[in-house]
């Protein structure tokens, strides 16, 4: 089992930019796509990034295209995700998950395994 655990919320204002880092620990030696999601009070959990596993392939969401960014450091075994620009509407818990059995390239929520908690990212006007 793989275990994601999130850190680098916060308080920011709009204009600003925050960087979100994801550490999955459990089944080392093992590829897997990582992805990030978020979730704003009363909306469903939207797909936000994902990327493969040797980084090759990054696929976002048409709100965030341009201005978040995606990448992994598999050396140590941290995904990141850098948020520039970031507007009111960014205000969401943010959750990182695995993709260990989904399809390649999968944005569902049903094409991930492993979640994190989350970590909240507040952008205030």
């Known amino acids: 089992q793989v275990q994601p655990v999130e850190s680098g919320g916060g308080l920011v204002q709009a204009g600003g930019s925050l960087r979100l880092s994801c550490a999955p620990s459990?089944?080392?030696?093992?590829?897997?796509?990582m992805g990030w999601f978020r979730q704003a009070p009363g909306k469903e959990r939207e797909f936000v990034a994902r990327i493969s596993w040797s980084g090759g392939s990054t696929y976002y969401a048409d709100s965030v295209k341009g201005r978040f960014t995606i990448s992994r450091d598999n050396g140590k075994n941290t995904v990141y995700l850098q948020m520039n620009s970031l507007k009111p509407e960014d205000t969401a818990v943010y959750y990182c998950?695995?993709?260990?059995?989904?399809?390649?390239?999968?944005?569902?929520?049903?094409?991930?395994?492993?979640w994190g908690q989350g970590t909240q990212v507040t952008v205030s006007s």
């Open positions: 459990g089944r080392t030696g093992s590829s897997y796509a």
């Open positions: 998950a695995a993709a260990l059995y989904g399809p390649p390239g999968g944005t569902r929520v049903a094409d991930f395994d492993s």
